[in-house]
C-alpha cells in the first residue's frame, strides 16, 4: 500500500472528460489498495478523486486550510481530514504524508504544487516519485516550454528526467508502483 498524493484542479465549471479522469484515476488508486492524500476539497476534480477513491475501497486523507473550511469546500467524507492554519503548512503536511504525487490537470494551485515537490526533489530533500498524468496532451505546452528551458541551460536535463509522464490512468499507477519497488 502507497500513499499517492493527487493535486488536480479546484474549479467547478470543467468539462465532464476532466471530472471522470479525476474519478477514473480515484477508483484505481482504491482498488489497486492505496490511500489518497490529497487537499482535502470536495469541489472540481478534488472532490472527484476523492469520491473516486471512496468508491474503488480506498482510504483518503485530505489536509485543508481553515479558510477553505469556512468556504463549505472541505471533503467532510475524507476518511480523515487535517485542517491547518494556511497553505503553506497543508503543502508541507501533504508532502510529509504522501509516498508518491501525481498531478492532472489543473490550474494555479495545481501548477504551484507540481512545482514545489519536483523542485524539492531536485534539490534531494525528497526522493519521491513524481508523476505528470498528461490527458489529452493538456501539459503539451508546458513540457515544450521546460524543454526549451533545458536547451537554453535554466533547467537541467537531470531535473526534466526526474519527472515521470504518461497519459493514461492505469500506467500512471504502475510507473509510481515500479518506482517505489525500485526505491
Ligand atoms: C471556494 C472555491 C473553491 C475552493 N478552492 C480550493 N479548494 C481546495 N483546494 C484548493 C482550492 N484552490 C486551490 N486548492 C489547492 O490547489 C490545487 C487546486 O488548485 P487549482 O488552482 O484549482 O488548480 C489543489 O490540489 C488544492 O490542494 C470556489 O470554486
Do not use: N
Not at 503548512?89 to 519536483?118: C, M, Y
Not at 503539451?140 to 535554466?154: S, T
Amino acid at each position: 500500500m502507497a500513499r499517492i498524493c493527487v493535486f488536480c484542479a479546484s474549479s467547478q465549471r470543467l468539462e465532464s472528460r476532466w471530472l471522470d479522469l479525476a474519478h477514473d484515476l480515484g477508483v484505481e488508486i482504491g482498488r489497486r489498495g492505496h490511500e489518497l492524500v490529497s487537499g482535502g476539497g470536495c469541489v472540481g476534480m478534488m472532490g472527484a478523486v476523492a469520491d473516486g477513491a471512496r468508491a474503488g475501497g480506498g482510504r483518503t486523507y485530505g489536509v485543508i486550510p481553515q479558510t477553505l473550511v469556512d468556504l463549505e469546500v472541505a471533503d467532510t467524507k475524507s476518511d480523515e481530514l487535517v485542517v491547518t492554519d494556511g497553505m503553506a503548512s497543508r503543502k508541507t503536511l501533504l508532502i510529509e504524508r504522501a509516498d508518491a504525487f501525481i498531478t492532472l490537470p489543473g490550474g494555479l494551485g495545481t501548477l504551484d504544487e507540481l512545482f514545489e515537490v519536483w523542485t524539492t526533489a531536485t534539490l534531494d530533500l525528497h526522493r519521491k516519485p513524481i508523476l505528470l498524468l498528461d490527458a489529452d496532451g493538456f501539459y503539451g505546452g508546458l513540457m515544450e516550454w521546460l524543454r526549451g528551458l533545458a536547451r537554453q541551460e535554466f533547467v537541467r536535463t537531470t531535473a526534466l528526467s526526474m519527472l515521470l509522464t504518461s497519459r493514461d490512468v492505469g500506467e500512471s499507477l504502475d510507473l509510481i508502483e515500479a518506482s517505489l519497488l525500485a526505491a
